[in-house]
């Protein structure tokens, strides 16, 4: 009763907007939001295809270091595996609650979001670096992504499988859970959880600015004006 539980797992959707086709849905996305999604869909695409091979994307310190292959500090996040139901699944979250980040905390301020997730993406990199290397990160960034939004409305009730119902604030706890009774590892839920824990303690509980650089401003132009988005 009340305020209807936002549900999880996210194939309902938004079922009020309407969109007349799939072009519609997908250029209603926010820039970063729908950047992050081609990306990987992207990544893969060429790997399934056999364009690529996965150990070229992959996070290796190693070869970062001794050949150079920087790349390899970006593209391990927009990894998700191969095309199947883990890889659709993965494709709705990363919609559903990037997109509805982007347009609440980050309105209007795509750098800024870009300089979150970058900055999130540091300290997930140190972790593996500290860790010995964690191959891909992708997973580890979506819990970032949804403990920053579960921050955003922590009282907002969500329906699990439509089992039972958490306050937003626990939903990256659950998800936590429901991994690893799943047969699955917490560490990447985990270390996304610190990631965007320290985004959130330092920007809201300390208060610093950590507004996106001005390159990042000038990337971020808005098409029909070509002036910055605001930082």
């Given at each position: 009763?009340?305020?209807?539980?936002?549900s999880?797992?996210?194939?309902?959707?938004?079922?009020?907007v309407?969109?007349?086709?799939?072009?519609?849905?997908y250029?209603?996305?926010?820039?970063?939001t729908?950047?992050?999604?081609?990306?990987?869909?992207?990544s893969?695409?060429?790997?399934?295809?056999?364009?690529?091979?996965p150990y070229?994307?992959l996070?290796?310190?190693?070869?970062v270091?001794?050949?150079?292959?920087?790349?390899?500090?970006?593209?391990?996040?927009?990894?998700f595996?191969?095309?199947?139901m883990p890889?659709?699944?993965?494709m709705f979250f990363?919609?559903r609650?990037?997109?509805?980040?982007?347009?609440?905390?980050f309105?209007?301020?795509?750098?800024?979001?870009?300089?979150?997730?970058l900055?999130?993406?540091?300290?997930?990199?140190?972790f593996?670096?500290?860790?010995?290397?964690i191959p891909?990160l992708?997973?580890?960034?979506?819990?970032s992504?949804?403990?920053?939004w579960?921050?955003i409305?922590p009282?907002?009730p969500?329906?699990?499988?439509?089992?039972?119902t958490?306050?937003?604030?626990?939903?990256?706890?659950?998800?936590?859970?429901?991994?690893?009774l799943?047969?699955?590892?917490p560490?990447?839920?985990?270390?996304?959880?610190?990631?965007?824990h320290?985004?959130?303690?330092?920007?809201?509980?300390?208060?610093?600015g950590?507004?996106?650089p001005?390159?990042?401003?000038?990337?971020a132009?808005?098409?029909?004006?070509?002036r910055?988005l605001?930082?």
């Open positions: 009763f009340g305020q209807p539980a936002h999880f797992p996210p194939f309902a959707g938004r079922a009020s309407a969109m007349s086709s799939p072009a519609d849905w250029n209603s996305l926010p820039k970063v729908r950047f992050y999604f081609t990306g990987a869909i992207a893969t695409v060429v790997i399934q295809l056999g364009i690529l091979s070229l994307i996070l290796d310190f190693g070869k270091t001794r050949d150079f292959e920087l790349w390899r500090l970006l593209t391990n996040f927009f990894f595996g191969m095309f199947g890889f659709v699944f993965n990363l919609v609650y990037s997109q509805s980040l982007e347009e609440s905390r309105q209007g301020r795509a750098a800024d979001y870009v300089w979150c997730l900055l999130c993406a540091g300290v997930l990199l140190a593996a670096y500290l860790a010995g290397g891909i992708s997973s580890a960034m979506m819990s992504i949804v403990y920053l579960s921050r409305t009282t907002l969500v329906s699990i499988f439509g089992m039972f958490v306050q937003a604030f626990y939903f990256p706890w659950a998800l936590c859970v429901i991994h690893v799943m047969g699955g590892s560490v990447a839920d985990i270390l996304g959880i610190i990631a965007g320290v985004y959130y303690f330092l920007k809201d509980v300390q208060g610093y950590l507004s996106a001005a390159f990042l401003c000038g990337v132009r808005a098409p029909a004006t070509r910055p605001a930082c």
